[in-house]
């Protein structure tokens, strides 16, 4: 009986957690600026990364880990607090992108989180043909600039010329956000498993 009030416990939970569901992939990263995310996984065989990100917007300061496994075509997303509950989770696949846990609100939908993650790890040449409207600068391995009329409105900077080995700083300059985000965990999935 016990189990069966858990249940029915994390059933409610997860049912009040807004959903999303669109097939919409295009996302207006900045004025005058799209990115259309990419289906194109850019990892051999796939890959899960565990990070910690500060968030800084407005004077206030967040910190949350981001769970996020890269495989078989699709991208899963799962935010948790640094105590590990799970705060949301976002899946995209080549037809449509599924969330739940995020306001239901156009400030925050779950493009933007999957546009800012895939700027910052896919290789530049497969963000510069995604973006309209701006220009990626990568002349240097260990720095990223997104440009509107040459001026940048992202600034992404890495400790690893492999992007996802390291530690990543992302700064949204029109939208005035950044985030420091730390590596914690890799694991490079093989064709075996």
């Not at 069966?4 to 900045?30: E, F, K, M, T």
């Not at 289906?39 to 880990?65: T, V, Y």
């Not at 993650?117 to 997104?146: C, D, K, Y």
């Amino acid at each position: 009986m016990r189990y069966i009030v858990i249940l029915i416990l994390c059933l409610s939970i997860w049912g009040c957690n807004p959903s999303y569901i669109s097939d919409q992939h295009r996302v207006q990263i900045a004025q005058d600026v799209q990115f259309q995310l990419i289906h194109k996984l850019p990892f051999e065989h796939g890959l899960q990364l565990l990070q910690s990100a500060q968030i800084n917007f407005q004077d206030e300061s967040r910190d949350l880990l981001f769970q996020t496994e890269v495989r078989d075509h699709r991208l899963i997303m799962v935010g948790l607090t640094p105590s590990g509950t799970r705060l949301f989770s976002i899946e995209m696949n080549q037809d449509q992108i599924v969330a739940s846990g995020l306001p239901s609100n156009e400030e925050l939908k779950p493009q933007y989180l999957l546009a800012d993650m895939q700027l910052s790890l896919w290789p530049a040449e497969l963000v510069s043909q995604a973006l309209t409207g701006a220009e990626v600068n990568h002349s240097n391995p260990l720095e990223r600039v997104i440009s509107h009329n040459q001026q940048p409105i992202i600034v992404i900077r890495y400790t690893e010329p492999v992007y996802y080995r390291g530690n990543i700083e992302f700064q949204h300059l029109q939208r005035g956000y950044r985030l420091n985000i730390d590596l914690l965990s890799l694991e490079e999935i093989s064709d075996a498993e």
